[in-house]
């Protein structure tokens, strides 16, 4: 279960404040796997950091009962100075699971062959994406967070991500960013639509697809 309370958001920008989340409740459904829609800038990707835990909120609160990814493909927790496998080794330590076994999926999962052990500092953005989306799919998880990116890499690597996301799906649940709507069908059954700083769950995805697009032609006038 993952339950916002009242929960509010703002930002400062040019002298002003923003409000992204405005004083939202909701209780999201359990079992569903979630799209999460808005324009650019509604605050998807803030309150998927919020739900994992990574950024603060002004107020309100958000309850969960259920264990939560950080946001599949972000990579920005890593430690730029020790390698992949340290760092995988802390995130097994951090989350309870078994070191070795966390290793080897990852290892084997990424492809990333000897960088898999030199510094994160030296990764590309692919290699990035490619650690962080090995080491939250090595962790099962109720529910996986997911930021625009199911993984990177060429078409062959992606397939092989959406394979194993899929996988993990047949036991969990996802809320998921994504521009890409094939995507979003393909693993979402249900949606919200953020807008003016208030969200609106859709048991039918497609209306909720139909009233995002909606908004995003508001945009283009």
């Given at each position: 279960?993952?339950?916002?309370?009242?929960?509010?958001?703002?930002?400062?920008?040019?002298?002003?404040?923003?409000?992204?989340?405005?004083?939202?409740?909701?209780?999201?459904?359990?079992?569903?796997?979630?799209?999460?829609?808005?324009?650019?800038?509604?605050?998807?990707?803030?309150?998927?950091?919020?739900?994992?835990?990574?950024?603060?909120?002004?107020?309100?609160?958000?309850?969960?009962?259920?264990?939560?990814?950080?946001?599949?493909?972000?990579?920005?927790?890593?430690?730029?100075?020790?390698?992949?496998?340290?760092?995988?080794?802390?995130?097994?330590?951090?989350?309870?699971?078994?070191?070795?076994?966390?290793?080897?999926?990852?290892?084997?999962?990424?492809?990333?062959?000897?960088?898999?052990?030199?510094?994160?500092?030296?990764?590309?953005a692919g290699m990035h994406s490619r650690l962080a989306f090995g080491a939250s799919m090595g962790i099962r998880f109720d529910t996986y967070l997911v930021d625009e990116t199911t993984a990177a890499g060429d078409a062959r690597f992606a397939q092989k991500a959406r394979a194993v996301f899929r996988k993990r799906m047949e036991e969990s649940s996802a809320i998921m960013v994504n521009h890409n709507l094939k995507q979003v069908r393909e693993f979402c059954d249900a949606g919200i639509v953020l807008e003016d700083g208030k969200a609106t769950y859709f048991s039918d995805l497609d209306q909720a697809i139909e009233i995002h697009e909606y908004n995003l032609r508001l945009d283009q006038g």
């Open positions: 279960m993952i339950r916002f309370e009242n929960l509010t958001k703002t930002f400062k920008l040019g002298g002003t404040r923003k409000t992204v989340i405005n004083n939202l409740t909701m209780t999201l459904p359990e079992g569903k796997s979630l799209a999460l829609l808005g324009r650019n800038g509604a605050g998807k990707s803030t309150l998927l950091k919020m739900i994992a835990g990574s950024m603060s909120y002004d107020s309100g609160r958000i309850i969960t009962d259920c264990s939560i990814s950080w946001p599949v493909g972000f990579g920005g927790s890593f430690h730029r100075e020790l390698t992949g496998a340290q760092n995988v080794r802390f995130i097994a330590r951090i989350y309870g699971v078994d070191t070795d076994q966390l290793l080897h999926f990852v290892e084997d999962f990424s492809e990333l062959g000897k960088h898999f052990y030199m510094p994160v500092r030296t990764y590309s």
